[in-house]
């Protein structure tokens, strides 16, 4: 055997050794051909050369090491942390605290991070081998985008980042780390470690300071809802705010005013209320059959609180009631819209704790101080099933508002209101609000669209529509046909089969 200066075998035949990345090349019975011992000869150089290459490579270690100094492995790592939905609200407030003038930065890319657990004790704890622990080696920057506003804002994230980072004398080392749920990491985090212990403690309180102070939620209309391509983890979504004013709104003026009073009137005077000595926090209840207008009440609510941050749950995100519930206490002023809260009430399956979801909103708005300002707007259609237990824990709904079928008087209005510029002979008017007793804002919204596309297949020589008497009573009566049942169902109107007044 031939042994260079290096140590490893050159040439072996007949022995079984091997060279490093190959095949034994003998085994005592079977000599190899030339070729195939050329061939081994240079897979074994190029294995050794690429080790040698992957020795001289920077490690994290190294680039640690050398920012901090010999002794890192003996600094103190503080962490902070926040739900994964907060990743762009965490780049913001990091970016805030490296713009700061006394302070500059180098940002280190972490190839290799994706579903691996590990932090800059891990990184700082390693020694000089041929890899970094669970394969991240420094490398290009790793982005995500995360949607930072309405109309499809976005804001570009460091999904796993090293920031190396000079303080006047100080020196820190701050990791990045995006929620990877794969890895068993749902939580943003961040890790700083640095020559002064004081210093990074510091730090760390900055970062969460500016981060909440850098919130980009704050003042938006938001939902909650769940990625199902990330494990199912929350996320929040954003929404152009809705402008509905009081004109579009048709129920008594008692009614409306005794709702704005309570949401927008208390909001309006925080702080005369406060000094006053009197608590913020309130909690309404509008209950009622479906289509009388709930939802549109609203979203008038909600276009007249700007700059308040709004967040709305429904549906299958009922369950994130905590969630929802911690980001209105961080970002007051805040509303807590919780939609269908019959469905908490009834559905045991999405008990997530030792006690069903209603009684847990019942305890978070509960346990909000006096003077936070946080509105919880609940809206069902079965006030008997939430009756018992908001009878149970009094105070946490301050006032209930039963919304009811548009009365005749209300009809006419509604029916001006969803005419608006349409050319509509409505010298039968009386006749058709006398025809949809018990119907619904919808039913007469789709009654004059119905109507306008009677007229349209009427008349097609002309541009505008001018809808007849007899196209609106064609249309009336297509819609209160037993053929229609479903429709009216759907529409939220309630009466007898032939229809809301009967044909």
């Not at 780049?91 to 890319?109: F, H, I, K």
């Not at 608006?420 to 018990?438: E, K, M, Q, Y």
Request: aromatic share 4%.
């Amino acid at each position: 055997m031939v042994t260079t200066s290096h140590g490893w075998a050159a040439y072996a035949p007949y022995t079984g050794e091997t060279f490093p990345g190959g095949p034994p090349i003998g085994d005592g019975d079977h000599r190899p051909e030339l070729a195939d011992v050329g061939r081994l000869f240079r897979r074994g150089v190029r294995g050794l050369v690429g080790a040698a290459r992957a020795r001289s490579k920077e490690t994290l270690s190294d680039v640690l090491r050398e920012h901090l100094g010999a002794s890192v492995d003996e600094l103190d790592v503080v962490e902070e942390s926040w739900a994964g939905y907060e990743h762009v609200n965490v780049q913001a407030g990091l970016d805030a605290w490296l713009a700061e003038p006394s302070r500059s930065s180098r940002l280190v890319g972490v190839i290799g991070f994706q579903h691996q657990q590990f932090g800059l004790a891990e990184l700082t704890g390693a020694d000089d081998s041929l890899h970094d622990p669970f394969g991240a080696r420094p490398g290009n920057v790793a982005r995500v985008n995360l949607t930072s506003g309405p109309g499809g804002q976005v804001a570009s994230c460091v999904r796993c980042g090293l920031y190396l980072v000079q303080d006047g004398e100080t020196r820190l080392a701050v990791l990045l780390r995006g929620a990877d749920p794969m890895s068993g990491q749902p939580r943003v985090v961040v890790q700083l470690a640095g020559s002064d212990a004081a210093a990074t403690a510091a730090a760390a309180r900055q970062i969460r300071g500016l981060t909440s102070s850098h919130n980009v939620f704050a003042g938006q209309v938001l939902s909650f809802g769940q990625d199902v391509f990330d494990g199912g983890d929350a996320v929040l979504q954003f929404h152009e705010r809705p402008s509905v004013d009081a004109a579009h709104v048709v129920l008594p003026d008692a009614t409306l005013r005794a709702v704005e009073r309570q949401v927008v009137g208390v909001a309006r005077h925080t702080t005369r209320l406060l000094r006053a000595g009197q608590h913020l926090k309130r909690g309404l209840l509008l209950y009622g059959p479906p289509g009388v207008g709930k939802t549109h009440l609203v979203r008038h609510l909600i276009s007249g609180l700007t700059g308040t941050t709004v967040i709305q749950l429904s549906g299958d995100a009922i369950h994130l009631i905590g969630e929802a519930c911690s980001v209105a206490r961080s970002l007051q002023p805040a509303v807590l819209v919780v939609e269908d809260v019959d469905l908490v009430a009834q559905d045991r399956d999405l008990d997530t704790g030792p006690s069903p979801l209603l009684f847990q909103l019942l305890n978070e708005m509960d346990g909000l101080s006096e003077d936070s300002d946080v509105v919880f707007v609940l809206t069902t259609n079965r006030a008997d099933l939430l009756e018992p237990a908001l009878a149970a824990r009094p105070g946490r709904v301050d006032q209930a508002v039963e919304l009811t079928l548009p009365d005749a008087e209300a009809r006419r209005r509604l029916f001006e209101l969803y005419r608006g510029g349409l050319d509509v002979d409505a010298s039968d008017l009386d006749d058709v609000i006398a025809r949809t007793a018990g119907a619904t804002a919808s039913f007469l919204k789709e009654l004059l669209r119905r109507s306008a596309l009677f007229a349209a297949e009427r008349d097609t020589g002309t541009e505008d529509l001018s809808v007849s008497a007899g196209d609106l009573d064609a249309a009336l009566t297509e819609l209160l046909g037993t053929a229609n049942a479903m429709t009216r169902a759907l529409l939220g109107t309630h009466g007898n089969e032939s229809g809301p007044a009967g044909p």
